[in-house]
C-alpha cells in the first residue's frame, strides 16, 4: 500500500505540474474536437501532432498523446447520438439507443448519461490500472491463441443478443461482417481475399467506412425530408435525467467497466470490442429487451462506460508488454521508442514518472473533459436546429473528407456511399446493423488466432480445449446457450396460456 501511495504521489507531482496541466488540457481538448468529425479518428489526430511531440519531454509527450486518444473516444460520441453518425468507431454502438433518444427529444439527457459513464468508466478504469497494473500484465500474459479464439467465439455469440431480429437474421449479419474484415491480402499466404482483382481492395475496406455508411450514410439518405427532430429548450433542467435513469445506468456502468477493462487490457482488443460485448451483456441480462434499440439508458451508457475503461487500460499491455492493441497505439509505442525509452515489464522500474505520470493525467483529462462537455451540451443539442437542408449536405462532406483522409483512397468514398445503400436495404429487410459490426471486428481475429492455434499444435483440434481458461470461456458458452433456449421456451409457454 505504501508502495502505491508512493506511485501516486510522484504521478501526481507531475500531471500536476504546470506542464503536465497544459499538455494534458491541450490533448483532450483536441482530441474532443477531432472526435466530433465523423471519420477523423485518433489515429489521424496523433499522426498530425507527432512531429510535435519530438521537441518534448517523453512524459508530457505521453500524456498529450494519450489525451488526444481518449479525448475523441468522447467527442466521437456527440454526432452518433444527435445524428447516428459515429464519429469514432467505437462509438457506432452507441447509435443503436443514443439516437433514439434525440429522436425522442431527450438528447440533451443522453449526451449528459454519456458524460457521466464515461467518467465514471474512466475513473473505475484508472483504479483498476493504479492496483491491478502488475497482476494484469501476468494475466495477460497467460492468454495465447487458444484463449482468444474462445473469447472470440464468445463475443460473436452475443451477435443474437443485440437485436430483436431472428437469430438467423443476426448471425447472418455476423457472417456476412466476418467476410467484409477477410476483404485484402492473407497475412499468412499472400494471396488475395475478395479482392476481385481490385488493387484498392488489397489493404481491405477501413472499418470507417462500414461503420460511417450503415448508419451515417444510410440514416442520412432515409431521413433527409424527414422532420426535424424535436428539440426542447436547452436548460439545466432539460438535461437533467430523471431518477429512472439514473437508478437504471448504476448496474450497467458498472458491467460495461468491467468488460472494458478485461478487454483493454488484452492485447490486439481495446474499445470497440469491449463496446459490443457491453452492449450484448446488457442486452442479456434485461428483463425487458424490447427497450433496447429504441432509446435505452443501460445500452447508451453500458458500451460507454466500456469504452473509457478499455481506453484507459488498453495502456498496459502497451507499456508494461510492449504489445499494442491498436495503431493508435503502436504510436503511442513507437513515441516512447524515439524518445529512448523501452516498453515492457521493466518501464515501471526505469522510468516511473513517465508511467505513473501518464496514469495520473487520466483523471485530470477525463475531470477537463466532463468540466467542458457538461456546458457544450446545449451548443451541442442546438445543432438539431439547423435545417437539415444545410446541415446534412455539410455532414456528408465531413463523412467524405474523413474517409479520405485515413488512406488517401478515392475508392472508400465509394464505398462509403455503397455501405449507406446496403444499411438502408437491411434496414427495411429488418436485418439488425449491429451484428455486422460485432462480425467485421471479430473475425479477423478468430481467423487470426483459430489458425495460430492449429500450426503451434501441429494441427491438432484438442488445442482449442487444452487451458483451463479456454475451457471456462466455453463453459459460459454452454450456460448462456441452455438459458437461452429455456428462457425462449418459457416465453412461448407464457404466450401460448395467454
Given at each position: 500500500m505504501n508502495d502505491i501511495l508512493s506511485n501516486v504521489v510522484l504521478g501526481l507531482s507531475v500531471a500536476l505540474s504546470w506542464q503536465g496541466l497544459l499538455y494534458c488540457a491541450f490533448g483532450v481538448v483536441m482530441g474532443m474536437i477531432v472526435g466530433v468529425l465523423p471519420g477523423l479518428g485518433a489515429l489521424a489526430a496523433i499522426s498530425i501532432l507527432f512531429p510535435v511531440t519530438y521537441h518534448i519531454e517523453p512524459g508530457f509527450a505521453l500524456i498529450m498523446?494519450?489525451?488526444?486518444?481518449?479525448?475523441?473516444?468522447?467527442?466521437?460520441?456527440?454526432?452518433?447520438?444527435?445524428?447516428?453518425?459515429?464519429?469514432?468507431?467505437?462509438?457506432?454502438?452507441?447509435c443503436l439507443d443514443g439516437y433514439p433518444m434525440a429522436r425522442q427529444g431527450r438528447a440533451g439527457v443522453a449526451l449528459l448519461l454519456t458524460t457521466l459513464a464515461a467518467f465514471g468508466g474512466a475513473a473505475i478504469g484508472i483504479v483498476i490500472t493504479i492496483i491491478f497494473s502488475p497482476a494484469i500484465s501476468k494475466v495477460a500474459l497467460a492468454f495465447g491463441s487458444p484463449e482468444y479464439f474462445a473469447l472470440m467465439t464468445l463475443g460473436l455469440f452475443a451477435t443474437t443478443a443485440m437485436s430483436d431480429s431472428a437469430a438467423s437474421k443476426s448471425l447472418g449479419m455476423a457472417a456476412f461482417g466476418i467476410v467484409l474484415g477477410l476483404v485484402g491480402v492473407d497475412v499468412d499466404s499472400g494471396a488475395d481475399r475478395f479482392t476481385f482483382g481490385l488493387l484498392t481492395l488489397k489493404d481491405g475496406i477501413s472499418l470507417v467506412v462500414v461503420a460511417m455508411g450503415v448508419f451515417g450514410v444510410a440514416e442520412l439518405i432515409m431521413s433527409y425530408n424527414s422532420k426535424m427532430l424535436p428539440v426542447n429548450s436547452v436548460t439545466m433542467r432539460s438535461m437533467l435525467p430523471t431518477r429512472d435513469d439514473l437508478r437504471r445506468i448504476v448496474s450497467p456502468i458498472l458491467r460495461g467497466t468491467g468488460v472494458g477493462a478485461f478487454f483493454g487490457a488484452l492485447p490486439g482488443t481495446g474499445a470497440t470490442v469491449s463496446t459490443f460485448i457491453a452492449y450484448g451483456l446488457e442486452r442479456g441480462v434485461a428483463k425487458d429487451k424490447s427497450r433496447f434499440g429504441k432509446g435505452a439508458v443501460e445500452g447508451l451508457t453500458a458500451p460507454e462506460a466500456a469504452a473509457n475503461?478499455?481506453?484507459?487500460?488498453?495502456?498496459?499491455?502497451?507499456?508494461?508488454?510492449?504489445?499494442?492493441?491498436?495503431?493508435?497505439?503502436?504510436?503511442?509505442?513507437s513515441l516512447l521508442i524515439v524518445h529512448g525509452i523501452a516498453p515492457g515489464p521493466r518501464l515501471i522500474l526505469d522510468h516511473p514518472q513517465v508511467v505513473w505520470g501518464l496514469i495520473m493525467s487520466f483523471w485530470v483529462g477525463n475531470l477537463i473533459l466532463v468540466i467542458l462537455n457538461i456546458p457544450l451540451i446545449g451548443v451541442w443539442v442546438r445543432l438539431l436546429r439547423i435545417p437539415t437542408s444545410y446541415m446534412y449536405p455539410m455532414i456528408m462532406m465531413f463523412i467524405s473528407i474523413g474517409t479520405y483522409s485515413i488512406r488517401l483512397n478515392v475508392v472508400d468514398v465509394g464505398l462509403v456511399v455503397l455501405s449507406g445503400l446496403f444499411g438502408i436495404w437491411a434496414r427495411r429487410a429488418g436485418?439488425?446493423?449491429?451484428?455486422?459490426?460485432?462480425?467485421?471486428?471479430?473475425?479477423?481475429?478468430?481467423?487470426?488466432?483459430?489458425?495460430?492455434?492449429?500450426?503451434?499444435?501441429?494441427?491438432?483440434?484438442?488445442?482449442?480445449?487444452?487451458?483451463?481458461?479456454?475451457?471456462?470461456?466455453?463453459?459460459?458458452?454452454l450456460f448462456l446457450s441452455v438459458w437461452k433456449i429455456m428462457a425462449r421456451m418459457r416465453n412461448r409457454k407464457l404466450v401460448a396460456l395467454s
Open positions: 498523446i494519450a489525451g488526444i486518444y481518449y479525448g475523441t473516444s468522447y467527442g466521437g460520441k456527440i454526432t452518433a447520438i444527435l445524428m447516428n453518425v459515429p464519429g469514432e468507431t467505437d462509438a457506432a454502438v452507441i475503461s478499455a481506453s484507459i487500460t488498453s495502456f498496459i499491455p502497451t507499456l508494461m508488454l510492449g504489445v499494442p492493441g491498436s495503431a493508435s497505439m503502436a504510436l503511442i509505442l436485418f439488425p446493423l449491429g451484428p455486422l459490426l460485432l462480425g467485421y471486428v471479430l473475425g479477423p481475429l478468430l481467423e487470426e488466432h483459430f489458425r495460430r492455434t492449429l500450426v503451434l499444435s501441429g494441427g491438432d483440434p484438442a488445442a482449442f480445449i487444452s487451458s483451463k481458461l479456454a475451457m471456462v470461456v466455453y463453459a459460459i458458452i
